[in-house]
């Protein structure tokens, strides 16, 4: 029996669908997609184009800074302490308005600096919520788990905090999910963000999911040009990130800029956070990431740049292994809290198993297409 990967799966699936949708269909969407293949060809031509122009623009005022081989930084940045925190969610259920959410929670801890074998607390739980809202209970299971990330934020600083430097990687955004939230909840994650930054844990997101447009209208404003050729920061960055390493041979991140003054970031700064951020790509087919770094007090620009360039290299040089694109921490952290949509599903199929009696088992089959 051929054993075949979750892609080629994909694929067997989109090619049963296609050959199931009926010929007429078919010819007008093919005879479609080939005048949207051509328009979209001109399209990218004039994007590679205008992206090239501002890579030279960029080049020139500075823009850009290279990783390259430093024994004397790694060999003072391995012994630094850090740690990773992430978090996980599911939702099942349904029945009758009950819903289940289940959590999971990761730290990695690494107390002496590099090493293959960092230490991992893993944490998770379930929790039944009432309701017949389906669209607000995702909001809330979201809202769960973040207060489960920022409970094991407050017992990483434990761990790593009031030392000379120490970092801690947050699997995501630093203002974190990245949208506008109740008071309580902004006062609960600044507080827990500035207890790590008066012990001296600093605190660093790192983004692998690209959007917005916060680099793309600070550059507007900064080389005075107009950039309505490309739609967000990705469009933007994906060809002039890739010239530059290409044109250096090396890892490349751009100069750290403060957060764009949108409604979201200005609940936190009221709180007195300061949030920076700089885009990086570790290699020339490797995808863009964005690493933040949070601070309660404004940094001018030669201090923010050493900063960044300590995390860079502790990240790049140090703890991201050859052959992957993400640091170890991440990695680490991500897998291990990840409760996957076939796990949850079989725990809910436990807890109805011993909850429903053979009596009410149209409970059960009237509700079972709804998780």
């Not at 107390?111 to 909001?139: M, Q």
């Not at 001018?300 to 992957?324: A, D, K, V």
Request: net charge negative; hydrophobic share 35%; glycine share 8%.
């Amino acid at each position: 029996m051929a054993i075949y990967s979750l892609e080629e799966l994909k694929k067997i699936v989109r090619k049963m669908e296609f050959n199931k949708t009926e010929p007429e269909i078919l010819i007008e969407l093919v005879h479609k997609a080939i005048r949207a293949g051509e328009g979209e060809r001109e399209r990218l031509g004039h994007v590679s184009k205008k992206s090239y122009e501002l890579f030279e623009i960029l080049s020139d005022k500075g823009f850009f800074y290279q990783i390259k081989e430093n024994k004397e930084i790694v060999e003072e940045l391995k012994r630094i302490p850090i740690g990773a925190i992430d978090g996980s969610f599911q939702v099942v259920g349904g029945i009758g308005g009950r819903w289940y959410i289940m959590i999971g929670i990761a730290q990695v801890i690494a107390n002496s600096g590099f090493t293959l074998k960092p230490r991992i607390i893993v944490d998770g739980n379930i929790g039944p919520i009432d309701t017949v809202d389906e669209v607000g209970i995702y909001r809330i299971a979201e809202e769960t788990m973040m207060l489960g990330e920022i409970k094991a934020l407050r017992s990483i600083v434990e761990e790593l905090g009031d030392r000379n430097e120490s970092y801690v990687l947050i699997d995501g955004p630093i203002i974190d999910p990245p949208t506008k939230r109740e008071e309580d909840y902004v006062e609960e994650r600044s507080n827990a963000i500035r207890l790590c930054y008066n012990r001296n844990l600093k605190i660093v997101g790192f983004v692998k999911r690209v959007m917005g447009k916060s680099l793309l209208n600070h550059l507007s404003k900064e080389i005075g040009k107009n950039l309505t050729d490309f739609t967000n920061d990705l469009d933007l960055l994906s060809t002039v990130m890739f010239n530059a390493v290409r044109k250096w041979d090396c890892p490349i991140y751009t100069r750290p800029v403060e957060y764009g003054e949108d409604n979201v970031y200005k609940n936190y700064k009221n709180k007195g956070l300061y949030v920076y951020y700089s885009y990086y790509k570790p290699s020339l087919r490797g995808r863009i990431f964005r690493v933040e770094y949070a601070s309660f007090e404004p940094l001018e620009e030669s201090e923010l740049l050493e900063r960044f360039h300590r995390i860079m290299y502790l990240i790049n040089q140090i703890w991201t292994l050859p052959g992957m694109d993400e640091p170890l921490p991440i990695i680490l952290a991500h897998n291990k809290c990840n409760v996957r949509r076939g796990t949850a599903e079989t725990i809910y199929y436990e807890i109805m198993a011993k909850a429903l009696s053979e009596g009410n088992l149209h409970l059960w089959l009237g509700g079972s297409q709804t998780y």
